[in-house]
């Protein structure tokens, strides 16, 4: 072998060498370019490699070039790639592989600043904290494979993850778990605190975000008595026309990465065993085809989605046309109350303050984002284009609800995305009790189901949500805590716990089937008096209530 294995290059000629390789063949690597290179090389024959390197007037000679003096063939230390720590010279390691990510740098989504975190070091807990594998194969055509890692780096542990490792021996077992708010209660003190911190954000003052639970405290039960009901009441109900075993749904949300690196698969899982509804998030850990390869046909989904830009608009056919050839998806759910990013100000201050976490949670939210403009002639035209269930998630005033039953929608969700969106806007509780009062003036009552979602803490919310209207209701955050805990088993009981409350509320209540549930069983006049009100101790002792900053 002529060529020395040892060569030194400048940064700025390395970068020109790097974008060779990782792009060869959309540029033109010049010789005068080639020979500025080999003037840098170490080595005893730097004349042969010179007029090696002054023939290399294409890219793919260049590359081969590159090829042969890359140091790459064995092991890479890993105290070589801790050299490789700039922006203009970067090199991280994922799963035991070096890729310098230089070039791409400038067009991770995320920003620049998340790699640089673990520039010049292991990437891998830190990328499938967030990504799946299937991200990382669709990522390797825009890296710069280097080699493989030889040796390992001296894991730095941070005082948050001793304070976690710690708690998580000393978590309670399931069976001291009686009511969803207990999930809520471990995951605040077993998740990173900026994790726990985008979960239970709300927007601005978090008026919204409590009402969505305290408006359920304003409804009070009418049981009937001497009733010659069944002991063994059901449960069972259909969406859509999918027939289900609860009235509950797993709701869409980002971020399930964070809270148990299985993520949506522990809610399908799980979903799949109690026969409950899931709906699948467009922002979801998994791509559509990886996620439901794990799914058996007979599962119930919906699919949640929005849309970032025109592009996404323009090609909802395409969308369409991937979720019609999965036999589970029952129903598309889109998002309409995404014009802007919500003012989450618990969530950004916990940001200022961990900056180490604070880039992950960037890639799930970004503000001043252009989203597109999405109107009612959009659904239109959706709703022509296909013959799955159109539903539209985030309605918030009952004049929304009548427009949509008399456009042939099929669905609404009542929801102020859990109170993460505009801080004021009412309870979907309250547009329940609206919306329901004019589709009957309208006629139109049979022509849309209704859901809800946000606040929900016990099977009795479900209860009084049915008796009003609601065809189901959904739950988010509380899946992710109770996964955060205790993975797949947690959200079981999750669930096992829903599904007694309801059953015990219905006996009281003197019914056996869902449909049984009416406006007669509730009191709803003190539904929009907001104060005085009372106290929900467990749910306002699990609340994060927003901090003034700290003097240090």
């Given amino acids: 072998m002529l060529l ?35 003037a840098k090389i170490v080595g005893p024959r730097k004349q042969v490699l010179r007029a090696s390197v002054l023939t290399a007037t294409s890219a793919s000679a260049a590359l081969l070039l590159y090829s042969l003096l890359d140091p790459v063939p064995g092991a890479i230390e890993a105290s070589d790639v801790m050299l490789h720590n ?29 790699i640089m975190e673990v520039a010049g070091g292991d990437a891998t807990r830190k990328f499938y904290s967030v990504h799946s ?48 708010s207990d999930f809520e209660s471990i995951a605040r003190e077993i998740l990173p605190r900026s994790t726990f911190a985008y979960y239970a954000t709300g927007a601005s003052d978090e008026f919204s975000i409590r009402e969505n639970h305290y408006a359920y405290g304003r409804v009070f039960f009418r049981p009937k008595v001497l009733q010659d009901i069944a002991y063994d009441v059901d449960t069972s109900t259909e969406f ?90 029952k129903g598309l759910f889109l998002n309409v109350d995404l014009r802007d990013i919500g003012n989450r100000e618990k969530d950004t201050r916990q940001r200022s303050v961990d900056t180490t976490t604070s880039k992950d949670l960037s890639s799930i939210v970004t503000k001043n984002m252009s989203y597109a403009k999405f109107t009612w002639k959009d659904v239109d ?4 284009s296909t013959q799955l269930p159109i539903a539209l998630k985030g309605i918030q005033r009952g004049e929304d609800v009548v427009s949509a039953a008399e456009r042939g929608v099929k669905a609404v969700v009542l929801s102020n995305h859990g109170g993460r969106q ?23 009552e049979d022509k849309i189901e209704i ?47 829903l599904e007694g ?33 009372a106290n929900d101790v467990l749910y306002d002792e699990g609340y994060m209530s927003l901090r003034f900053p700290e003097f240090k």
């Fill in 451 to 497: 859901y809800l979602d946000g606040g929900v803490r016990r099977g009795s919310d479900v209860v009084k949500a049915l008796c009003m209207g609601a065809k189901g209701v959904g739950l988010g955050r509380p899946f992710l805590y109770a996964m955060a805990g205790y993975g797949e088993p947690g959200i079981t009981h999750l669930l096992e716990i």
């Fill in 133 to 180: 594998g299937s991200t990382l194969d669709k990522m390797k055509d825009q890296l710069v494979h280097v080699g493989k890692l030889k040796g390992k780096f001296t894991e730095v542990i941070s005082e948050e993850e001793i304070r976690i490792s710690e708690q998580r021996k000393k978590l309670p077992p399931l069976s001291r778990i009686f009511n969803l």
């Fill in 4 to 38: 020395p294995r040892v060569f030194q290059l400048s940064k700025r000629r390395l970068s020109a060498l790097r974008s060779v390789r990782a792009g060869a063949a959309r540029s033109t690597f010049s010789s005068r370019s080639a020979s500025s290179l080999s």
């Fill in 240 to 329: 859509l026309g999918a027939k289900v075993n609860l009235p509950v749904y797993i709701s869409a949300f980002a971020g399930s990465k964070m809270a148990h690196p299985l993520a949506e698969l522990n809610l399908q899982a799980a979903a799949e065993k109690a026969n409950v509804m899931q709906m699948v998030p467009k922002q979801s850990s998994y791509s559509i085809e990886e996620f439901f390869e794990h799914v058996p046909d007979n599962q119930n989904h919906w699919y949640q989605y929005h849309f970032d830009d025109v592009e996404q608009l323009n090609n909802v056919g395409i969308l369409i046309k991937e979720l019609e050839s999965q036999p589970t998806v």
């Fill in 501 to 533: 409350e309801i059953k015990n509320n219905m006996r009281l209540l003197g019914v056996e089937r869902i449909s049984d549930l009416n406006e007669s069983l509730v009191d709803v006049n003190s539904l929009k008096f907001r104060n005085p009100r």
């Fill in 381 to 384: 035209k959706i709703m022509a």
């Fill in 86 to 114: 700039q922006v203009d010279d970067c090199w991280i390691v994922l799963d035991g592989e070096v890729y310098d990510v230089t070039n791409f740098l400038q067009m991770h989504p995320g920003g620049v600043g998340r």
């Fill in 422 to 444: 505009l801080d004021f806007s009412r309870p979907p509780l309250e547009v329940l009790a609206e919306a329901k009062q004019m589709l009957k003036e309208k006629g139109l």
